[in-house]
């Protein structure tokens, strides 16, 4: 969730959107995982990607060069709402990197204020 690696420590990649969730506080982390431990397991295998689409080692240059980890920190200046309504655009509800990476390739670039 805040590093892009997986379980067996390999590079995740970004169409899992830990480049948003690691903005994520670490109560909303335990909470997320508190609801999931709810829910019934199921067994999936996922089918294995293609060549091109499982060469994990090339994430070590597009994070060194697009990820920025750390956890949100509310902008001085700006009100409550306005801090909280950022945090679920940037963090939570990654709704800027749809925009950003569908149209631009500009993983780094913000929402605008
Ligand atoms: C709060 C919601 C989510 C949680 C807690 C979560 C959790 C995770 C975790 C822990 C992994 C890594 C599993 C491992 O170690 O092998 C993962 C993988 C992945 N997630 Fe999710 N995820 C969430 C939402 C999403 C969303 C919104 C997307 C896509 C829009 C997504 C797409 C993926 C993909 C594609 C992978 C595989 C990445 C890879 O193998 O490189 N996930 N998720």
Redesign the pocket.
């Known amino acids: 969730?805040r590093t892009?690696?997986?379980?067996?420590g390999?590079?995740?990649?970004?169409?899992?959107?830990?480049t948003e969730?690691t903005r994520?506080t670490t109560a909303d982390?335990k909470a997320?995982?508190a609801y999931?431990r709810t829910v019934p397991a199921v067994r999936v295998r996922?089918r294995e990607?293609s060549f091109w689409f499982r060469q994990?080692w090339a994430?070590g240059l597009w994070n060194a060069l697009y990820f920025t980890p750390g956890e949100f920190v509310p902008a001085r200046g700006q009100s409550a709402a306005w801090n909280r309504g950022n945090y679920l655009v940037e963090a939570?509800a990654?709704c800027a990197p749809?925009i950003r990476r569908g149209i631009f390739c500009l993983p780094n670039a913000r929402m605008p204020g």
């Open positions: 969730m892009g690696i997986g379980r067996d390999k590079h995740l990649f970004p169409a899992f959107p830990y969730f994520l982390i997320i995982y999931l996922p990607n994990r994430m939570l990654h749809a």
